[in-house]
């Protein structure tokens, strides 16, 4: 009996939890469909209206800005560009930099990794102007590489892809040398596959969070044809259900993005067990 209450009081309290989250955001979707007057008039709406395809089609498709140059649909698209770019490079130089670390037995390994772990305590805004500095000098101001490249080098990737090398049996690297296979063989053939659940943690996590970025963005494009979707939410103007609508479609691209990785992420656990 008590073990049954227990049970059925997690699941309330789950409940609520979960409610508490996506009420609201259904709240913002179910007033996004409705007209501008009327939300004036009686407030936020918990049930749906009948202008959701036209009040969504015109966000995607109205040109607004300081000089009316992009659209919400631009502004998806070099936020995807952005968020990929960063997620693909992190987990590449996270991936080499730490079989550097592990694999390669120089003497300064352990220096050198936590010189790389100590730069999580530097804050991006404390490095933002020697960087901006670094970009334009290189002629990579409002452009992709200018977006991505400069916050794409994680130290937290890099730590736990350590770690998990250092869990790998030594075994197997000698059995890979008896048949042949080279350093660069070995790293390809073997441990990029044992990382794979890890690879789409990693991804994930950093494709949420260059997603996200605002600061830097909003420094390295003076061209609004570099605009991010989290510089529209700041910037972009009219009425308050198609602030509501633009708010939704931000949503959408991280939450595709999980959904389709998680069922990988997932399926690689099982395979490790």
């Known amino acids: 009996m008590t073990r049954l209450f ?3 009081l997690s699941h309330i309290i789950l409940f609520i939890g979960i409610s508490i989250m996506v009420i609201p955001v259904w709240m913002i979707f179910a007033s996004s469909t409705h007209t501008s007057s009327f939300i004036n008039t009686h407030g936020l709406q918990f049930f749906l209206g009948d202008s959701f395809q036209e009040n969504y089609l015109r966000v995607l498709l109205y040109k ?11 502004m998806f698209l070099n936020s995807f560009i952005m968020a990929t770019g960063v997620a693909m490079l992190s987990v590449v130089t996270s991936l080499m930099a730490a079989y550097a670390l592990v694999y390669y037995r120089t003497k300064y ?16 805004e404390l490095r933002i102007f020697p960087t ?61 596959p044992l990382s794979r659940t890890m690879i789409v943690a990693m991804f994930i996590f950093m494709f949420v969070f260059g997603y996200n970025q605002y600061l830097w963005p909003l420094l390295v494009t003076s061209s609004e044809q570099y605009w991010t979707v989290v510089m ?31 069922k990988h992420f997932i399926k690689g656990v099982f395979q490790d067990k």
């Open 232 to 262: 529209g939410l700041k910037m972009m103007s009219g009425s308050i259900v198609h602030r509501f609508a633009f708010v939704i479609m931000s949503m959408v691209p991280p939450i595709v993005i999980i959904i389709i990785l998680q």
């Open 132 to 192: 901006y500095s670094v970009m334009a000098k290189l002629n990579l101001v409002n452009s992709y590489f200018g977006l991505i490249v400069p916050i794409s080098a994680s130290a937290i990737a890099t730590l736990f892809f350590r770690q998990f090398y250092r869990t790998v049996p030594d075994e197997l690297l000698e059995s890979a040398k008896l048949d042949g296979a080279s350093t660069w063989r070995f790293f390809i053939d073997f441990l990029v």
């Open 109 to 124: 390994a352990t220096f050198l990794f936590w010189l790389i772990f100590i730069t999580i305590l530097v804050p991006l």
């Open 6 to 8: 227990t049970s059925n």
């Open 64 to 74: 607004g800005g300081f000089f009316k140059e992009i659209t919400a649909l631009k």
